[in-house]
């Protein structure tokens, strides 16, 4: 299996690609789920990740709280898209299971430096922060990693917190400078392909018609979710941006990218957390990111469907 630390703000989209990640045990090793302050604050976040992870059946999963804000700047929430608790929707116990008393940066580093060079994936589904607070603390970890796929940035498709910008990198622009600029191999998932994976009426049945409590949960995060996306794009359902993260660490044939240049914008107020990607190769700087343009939707909902009926 491949080993994987999920760095996480659920989010309705982050528990659809955690759930996804729990279902596929032969795949995929969850080494930790470490919480990041994004849609929700940090308090909210961690136990929204441990409601996740008992729905799932996997109480044994370590979940850590990392930081509580950006590297440098105030926090910015979505509770406008995702509710008052991050996880507005079906009605979920309090989580039971503990959370770890170590700093979820300080579980990154460690574990960055225990298991062997280029076996832990980062998978990257908020902001920044906490990756780039441990390569900032710890910066021989950077060339220990095997790759981080994170949700996050928009090229064809901008923004949906500015017109520039996507929230996640939006967040702490100076943490995704970090990220994109350390070296170690980067898939990127922008709103150019989650746009893609939309929720619609069938494809919420085919949850609900698992009929299991996984199922009814799922079915009731992305119809609340998708009130938003509904009023404000006038679209069919939500699209499940975070999933698309685990899902390429199942089925990368489901999605195709560039291997390209991006440069996140810090400086700028009107611009901040811009993604400037270099798509068509108009500029000498070097690739450091795959960049994610299209997935096959049907290919997609039908792996994650699958996989939930297993939860
Ligand atoms: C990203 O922002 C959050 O609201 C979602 O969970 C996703 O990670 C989409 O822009
Ligand atoms: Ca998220």
């Not at 902001?127 to 949700?151: H, Y």
């Not at 996050?152 to 901008?158: D, P, W």
Request: glycine residues 8%; negative net charge; aromatic residues 8%.
């Amino acid at each position: 299996a491949q080993r994987i630390i999920i760095d996480t703000d659920p989010g309705q989209d982050d528990a659809v690609a955690i759930l996804l990640a729990l279902a596929s045990p032969e795949e995929l090793e969850v080494l930790g789920i470490t919480a990041v302050a994004g849609n929700v604050p940090l308090a909210l976040t961690e136990r929204n990740a441990r409601i996740i992870c008992e729905l799932g059946g996997r109480r044994d999963i370590k979940v850590f709280a990392g930081c509580d804000r950006p590297l440098t700047r105030k926090l910015v929430t979505a509770e406008h898209v995702h509710g008052k608790t991050g996880l507005d929707g079906p009605v979920l116990p309090e989580p039971s299971m503990p959370l770890q008393p170590q700093n979820g940066v300080d579980f990154i580093i460690d574990t960055l430096r225990q298991e062997p060079e280029g076996t832990v994936t980062l998978c990257a589904l908020g902001p920044l922060t906490n990756i780039a607070a441990a390569f900032q603390r710890a910066p021989e970890i950077v060339g220990r990693v095997k790759q981080i796929v994170l949700m996050g940035g928009a090229y064809f498709e901008v923004g949906n917190i500015t017109p520039a910008a996507e929230f996640n990198i939006y967040v702490d622009p100076e943490a995704a400078a970090v990220v994109f600029g350390a070296g170690a191999p980067l898939i990127v998932m922008p709103l150019d392909v989650t746009h893609k994976a939309v929720v619609t009426k069938p494809r919420n049945d085919a949850f609900r018609a698992l009929g299991t409590p996984v199922g009814e949960a799922v079915a009731q995060m992305t119809d609340f979710f998708e009130r938003f996306d509904r009023d404000k794009y006038g679209w069919d359902g939500a699209p499940l941006h975070d999933p698309c993260v685990t899902a390429w660490l199942l089925a990368p044939e489901l999605f195709t990218g560039r291997f390209i240049n991006v440069e996140i914008e810090t400086v700028s107020d009107l611009t901040r957390g811009m993604t400037v990607a270099d798509w068509w190769g108009v500029t000498d700087r070097a690739p450091n990111a795959t960049f994610i343009g299209d997935l096959d939707a049907d290919g997609f909902f039908a792996l994650l469907t699958e996989r939930l009926a297993r939860l």
